[in-house]
């Protein structure tokens, strides 16, 4: 599979990496979520090319993922928001962010950032719930199975079929 055809694939996986698996498109995401909106505060904060980022707030507009609002008139001037679809996004980031904390920290002080919770006011820790139950789920306690999405010239890997 290459990398240009993602978006192509009957796998809803590969097809949001065509819009957000880039390394820099996460970190543009994670910086929206902390706040930063316009062009040279990206650029700054993340060191990146006026190109690449260019390009990847471009690829984040054009999925809708992020909408560009004017902030002043003459000259025009925008910023970057989420949409619903960008804020939609926030579990993800969650996520990668408590896996970074867990499995990839630069020492023992703690977590850079820690996520408070507005309403209780403590910090939380994501967590992935089932929709209908309520339990707590992990990676041992979901089974994959076929959807009407599949295509049915395509089969789905054994392993999954068994449940990991």
């Known amino acids: 599979m290459r990398w240009e055809e993602l978006d192509q694939q009957p796998c809803s996986l590969a097809r949001s990496m065509a819009v957000v698996g880039d390394r820099w498109t996460l970190l543009v995401l994670r910086d929206c979520f902390l706040g930063v909106r316009r062009f040279e505060a990206f650029e700054k904060r993340l060191g990146i090319t006026r190109h690449i980022l260019t390009d990847r707030l ?14 002043q008139q003459r000259p025009l001037r925008e910023e970057y928001r989420l949409t619903e679809k960008g804020l939609a996004l926030h579990p993800v980031i969650l996520a990668l962010v408590h896996w970074g ?39 041992r306690d979901i089974r994959v199975e076929v959807g009407a999405g ?3 010239t395509e089969v789905l890997p054994q392993a999954s079929q068994r449940g990991g």
Not at 64 to 71: S, T
Not at 117 to 133: A, K, L, N, Y
């Open 101 to 139: 904390d867990t499995y990839m920290m630069a020492d023992e002080q703690g977590p850079p950032v820690v996520h408070v919770h507005r309403e209780c006011g403590q910090i939380m820790q994501p967590v992935m719930t089932c929709s209908c139950c309520g339990e707590a789920v992990g990676a």
């Open 150 to 152: 599949w295509p049915a």
């Open 58 to 71: 471009k690829k984040l507009v054009e999925h809708g993922v992020l909408c560009k609002q004017a902030y």
